[in-house]
C-alpha cells in the first residue's frame, strides 16, 4: 500500500533554511504528481508546492521564490529546499501523491523562531 515518510524537519531561525525530503512507497512513484502541502496551528492544510510527471513546478505565492520542489524518480524521493524562512512558515509539512488523494503521511514538523 502506498507510504510517505516525512522528514527533515526541525527548528530554524528567520532567514534560515530547510530541506524536507519524503520516500515514497507502494506506488509507482514517477506516474503521478506530487505535493508539499502544510499545516500551521488554527489553519487549513494548504498546498505550498506541486511537481507534475513533466517536472513542470507550480508554487503557493506565499512562498514563490523562497522554496523549491523537486523530485528523484530513481529513488522514488520528493524534496522541499526551503530558504529564507518566517515564522509565518511554521506548520506541520506533509508530501502527498495523487495516486491516493486520501492518504496523509505523519508530517514533519517545521518551527520557524529566534
Known amino acids: 500500500q502506498v507510504q510517505l515518510v516525512e522528514s527533515g524537519g526541525g527548528l530554524a531561525q528567520p532567514g534560515g533554511s530547510l530541506t524536507l525530503s519524503c520516500a515514497a512507497s507502494?506506488?509507482?512513484?514517477?506516474?503521478?504528481?506530487m505535493s508539499w502541502y502544510r499545516q500551521a496551528p488554527g489553519k487549513e492544510r494548504e498546498r505550498v508546492a506541486r511537481?507534475?510527471?513533466?517536472?513542470?513546478?507550480e508554487y503557493a505565492d506565499s512562498v514563490k521564490g523562497r522554496f523549491t520542489i523537486s523530485r528523484d524518480n530513481a529513488r522514488n524521493l520528493l524534496f522541499l529546499n526551503m530558504t529564507r524562512l518566517k515564522p509565518d512558515d511554521t506548520a506541520v509539512y506533509y508530501c502527498?501523491?495523487?495516486?491516493?488523494?486520501?492518504?496523509w503521511g505523519q508530517g514533519t514538523q517545521v518551527t520557524v523562531s529566534s
Open positions: 511537481i507534475f510527471l513533466g517536472m513542470q513546478k
Open positions: 507502494g506506488f509507482t512513484f514517477w506516474a503521478y504528481h
Open positions: 502527498h501523491s495523487s495516486y491516493d488523494d486520501d492518504y
